[in-house]
């Protein structure tokens, strides 16, 4: 999940600086028309790099978030099948089945093993998926508990508990 975080933090930025050159850029054309024609080429560039790259960027980043949230559906979610993920996110199998593939490819997604209809965990990564859907629950909030070396932690209500707390 780091790696897309980061690509999508890239995106972001990148995103809103090509915007912010678009605008900055508009009112540098008329103000410096016929005085400075440097600052006035400056500005046109500004428009056309803005006018031309921010739809592409920002498209970008959405469909960065859209394969983010794929992710975690099969993480923190579970959902393994392209059918279980599609109609979690009321989207379409096949784009699924492209955001995965894609994914996979950009290394977003590891540890699995995907037929194009549905992703099995590796051995490697079968314990630890297999420790965290035996959810265990916290008798103080109901919040899901992370397993620590002493026992079991609440992230919502900050309790710590000894195994012999939790069943």
Known sequence: MKKINSDIRKIFVISLIVTILFIVGIPLI???AG?????????IIFVVIGFYGSPI????YASKKRTKRIIQAIEEENLYTNADIASHLQMKEKEVYLEIKNA????????YKYNGQELVINNAKKQVKEEQISIKKCINCGGRLEKTSNGWHCPYCSMDFSPNDIN
């Open 30 to 32: 008329p103000l410096f």
């Open 35 to 43: 005085k400075n024609w440097v600052i006035m080429t400056i500005g």
């Open 57 to 60: 960027l920002w498209t970008s």
């Open 104 to 111: 996979i490819n950009k290394g977003y997604i590891f540890g």
